[in-house]
């Protein structure tokens, strides 16, 4: 045998060297490190507009609002909603595309109206000002508008070309 170390700890060992060093401290300095990242992500994601219209359910969907009635009056015991979704996904694979038609259609003409909404609620969204300052932009290169920043600021540019 080698030593008393095991392999186990050797690893241990290499994973807190591969760390980084902020995430080695200690105590409470770690868990304010994990709360700010956290609070960090949270700030990135978009806040969603309660007025937007929801998105229509599929036919599956249209079907087990049906099939919900249905089963809670032949099985008023059951109460576990998951009970519901499996005794109405097993229906749904056995039905015919003849069975499903109508629920196909039902979804299709809420899917329509869903369109209508939003094509609605998008013409409603105030249109930034900034159009006409990003369509120059994207007209000229990158290179000549950070060449003109550069030039207005009194900073060089240095350009290097790659070994050969």
């Known amino acids: 045998m080698k030593g008393g170390k095991g392999k186990g700890a050797l690893r241990k060992e290499t994973r807190s060297a591969l760390k980084p060093v902020e995430d080695r401290k200690i105590g409470k300095r770690k868990a304010t490190l994990k709360d700010d990242k956290r609070k960090a992500k949270k700030d990135k994601k978009a806040k969603k507009d309660p007025n937007k219209p929801k998105r229509p359910p599929s036919a599956f969907f249209v079907f087990l609002e049906e099939f919900r009635k249905t089963f809670k009056k032949e099985n008023p015991n059951v109460k576990a909603v998951s009970a519901v979704g499996k005794a109405g996904g097993e229906k749904w694979k056995s039905m015919s595309a003849a069975e499903k038609a109508p629920y196909e259609a039902k979804a299709a003409k809420r899917k329509s109206e869903y369109e209508k909404l939003m ?14 300052g990003e369509k120059e932009e994207s007209e000229r290169s990158k290179s000549e508008v950070h060449d003109e920043d550069a030039e207005g600021s009194g900073q060089v540019l240095l350009f290097f070309s790659p070994i050969k």
């Open 119 to 132: 094509n609605a609620y998008n013409n409603k969204q105030p249109e930034s000002s900034d159009d006409d």
